[in-house]
């Protein structure tokens, strides 16, 4: 009986840790990156399908290349660090009045960069990259207009103005910025 329960432990072993380990699995929308113990990241990006990779030597990773939905709205909890979003944030348009910016950032990593930003950035780039400089910039460009053309004419010009700032800072880095989208710019009572 005991020899039976350490045959099936063992073939358990066999079965989750090599056999599971030998395999990447990437799905579509994802790419893969492997953590190597002897070279590091390597650079070669696995596209959707199945891979081979070494088991217990090689870490496989699965990155996001779908259009990322960065949302700023009263519904995102800040303590997730790492989830896409943030919670309106607090800018002065250029005549002194404090606003509260509400929207959409849609975003997307580069495929054939993923490994650099893996090896440079981290696994929690958002944390780390996309929020800080999201914040920054719509501070930044929310200074340079008025809050009359912030809310009426000029709003569309407030969102390029913003794609152009955050794709200066995030294009380097690996990500493109799709498109900016304000939904709500509401006035701060002090």
């Known amino acids: 009986m005991a020899e039976e329960s350490l045959d099936k432990l063992m073939y358990s072993f066999v079965v989750d840790d090599v056999l599971k380990g030998l395999f990447v699995y990437v799905p579509p929308g994802y790419v893969g990156c492997v953590y190597d ?7 070669k990006v696995y596209t959707p399908g199945l891979h081979l990779k070494i088991p217990f030597w090689q870490k496989a990773k ?8 960065y949302s700023i709205n009263r519904q995102f909890n800040p303590e997730h660090e790492r989830a ?3 919670i309106p944030i607090a800018a ?4 002194g009045k404090r606003v509260g910016v509400e929207g959409t950032i849609l ?10 930003i893996w090896q440079t950035i981290g696994e929690d780039f958002v944390a780390k990259i996309v929020r800080p400089a999201i914040r920054s910039r719509i501070r930044m460009v929310f200074s340079r207009f008025d809050y009359a053309d912030i809310v009426g004419s000029k709003r569309d010009a407030v969102e390029s103005e913003l794609k152009n700032e955050l794709e200066r800072i995030f294009y ?7 498109n900016v989208l304000l939904s709500e710019i509401s006035p701060i009572e002090k």
């Open 92 to 95: 002065v348009s250029q005549d």
């Open 84 to 86: 896409l979003g943030d």
């Open 107 to 116: 975003l997307r990593l580069d495929i054939h960069q993923v490994p650099s």
């Open 172 to 178: 380097a880095r690996g990500i493109y910025v799709e």
């Open 37 to 43: 113990l002897g070279r590091g990241v390597l650079k």
């Open 62 to 69: 699965l990155f996001n290349v779908q259009t990322l939905e």
